[in-house]
């Protein structure tokens, strides 16, 4: 590819963008914009984190798109199918993300976040000491992506019995059921790291809620797949027995807002870990997703295979 020209769309320059920076713009002419105010005439590379359809208009010559992160619902994905335009994400913090999850379902299961609270208060709680092992329980991938798989191996290097759905993929060292109805029936607690689709939004209803009395659920995808008013009613009324979340449906505008980010009172529930979107809030996992996507654009200048090409037809 002859020099292109690249525009990187960024909240604020840093070290990351820093180093990003200086490697492309030996090999590309490279333009630095906020997330707001840019055009795309002329410009053959964008590398942001978000996209309003809008700013297609000006577009005559893009043909490739990098996103630092994951989710891609921040994109116009029907237009770029439309226009043959490739998306790029990176999954190069997913072991992190499994590490995490992995550590909520310890401490959901385990209840040391209610204990401690209790603690605090000089009680023991006597009455109902008793916690659980998710060593001893059956696990369930609603999710076999990056982050499933990740989580599959930090679960089978625990000896711990894991199901996902068969949807066609090459299974090693996990049993398969055939629907989500069946893992919710099969399973004990459910990892939930789905992405968002129309296909993903409120899949967990209340008719799906009602299958997990006495069982756990771990979100860490898009909060759009549960049902934020049946997740509350079947942990208060619906007999199930924990839930751990990270990601809800906004986050505040800025780092020093405060948001309940919720309609109803989580706060109030011991059987609830709150997280806040902080599964990809690693120390470097900024860094380390602009390095991995520094990466794949010089492979693309080059014109060498790329990883993690979206599939803007399904949305991941």
């Keep these: 590819m002859n020099r ?8 604020a320059m840093d070290e990351a963008f820093a180093a990003l920076y200086s490697a492309l713009q030996q090999r590309a002419e490279v333009e630095i914009a906020d997330l707001e105010h840019y055009s795309l005439r002329g410009t053959d590379i964008f ?49 992190t993300i499994a590490q995490y999850a992995f550590g909520l379902a310890i401490a959901l299961v385990s209840r040391i976040a209610e204990f401690d609270r209790k603690m605090r208060r000089g009680d023991w709680n006597n009455d109902n000491p008793f916690w659980k092992s998710l060593f001893n329980m059956k696990v369930g991938l609603a999710g076999y992506g990056h982050i499933g798989r990740e989580l599959h191996r930090l679960l089978l290097a625990n000896g711990i019995e894991t199901y996902t759905i068969d949807r066609g993929k090459k299974y090693e060292g996990i049993k398969t059921v055939h629907s989500l109805e069946e893992l919710c029936k ?13 296909e993903t939004d409120k899949l967990f209803d209340r008719e799906l ?14 909060s759009n797949c549960i049902d934020e008013e049946a997740l509350y009613e079947a942990l208060t009324a619906g007999g199930m027995a924990g839930a751990a979340i990270d990601t809800w449906r906004e986050k505040p505008k800025t780092a020093t807002s405060p948001l309940i980010p919720f309609d109803y009172p989580f706060q109030m529930l011991d059987n609830i870990l709150l997280s806040s979107h902080k599964a990809m809030q690693l120390c470097d996992g900024h860094a380390r997703y602009v390095e991995d996507i520094c990466e794949q654009v010089l492979r693309y200048i080059d014109g060498q295979p790329l990883e993690n090409i979206v599939d803007c037809s399904r949305g991941y």
């Design 186 to 198: 099969e399973t004990e607690l459910l990892f939930l790291s789905m992405p968002r689709t129309k």
């Design 47 to 95: 590398i942001g984190k978000k996209m309003p359809e809008g700013k297609l208009a000006e577009a005559d010559k893009l043909k490739a798109v990098f996103a630092y992160k994951t989710g891609v619902d921040d994109f116009p994905l029907r237009v770029f199918k439309e226009r043959g335009i490739l998306l790029i994400n990176s999954h190069v913090n997913s072991r």
């Design 4 to 11: 292109p020209r690249i525009l990187l769309s960024v909240s």
């Design 209 to 222: 809620l009602r299958l997990l009395k006495n069982k756990y659920i771990v979100n860490v995808g898009r």
